[in-house]
């Protein structure tokens, strides 16, 4: 695999507003599934195969949480993070 990540459940609901995120991960068959979860339901999961994106793919999947309106702290830090130049 040449990415970081493989995007396997694309975003489900968009521009819900104020909400809760939650991100998990679980190592299925020696990769990584990183799921971020909307108000307690998966709304994105990505896969890598490796222990060290999996900080950049749960920072990406929030990002484009909260691009798409679905709005809380923790998307809005990753996003913000993100956009930093001294963070690269």
Known sequence: MTDKYTQII???RCIVG???HEVTVRCINGRYHVRVLL?????QEAV????????????????WEDKCGN????AGSA??????????
Do not use: Y
């Open 48 to 63: 890598c195969e490796s222990k060290l994106n999996i900080g950049l793919t749960a920072r990406n999947l929030l990002r």
């Open 10 to 12: 694309q975003i489900q």
């Open 79 to 88: 996003r913000e993070r993100h956009n930093r130049k001294d963070f690269l």
């Open 18 to 20: 104020e909400c809760e």
């Open 39 to 43: 108000n307690g339901v998966v709304n």
């Open 71 to 74: 709005i809380s702290k923790f």
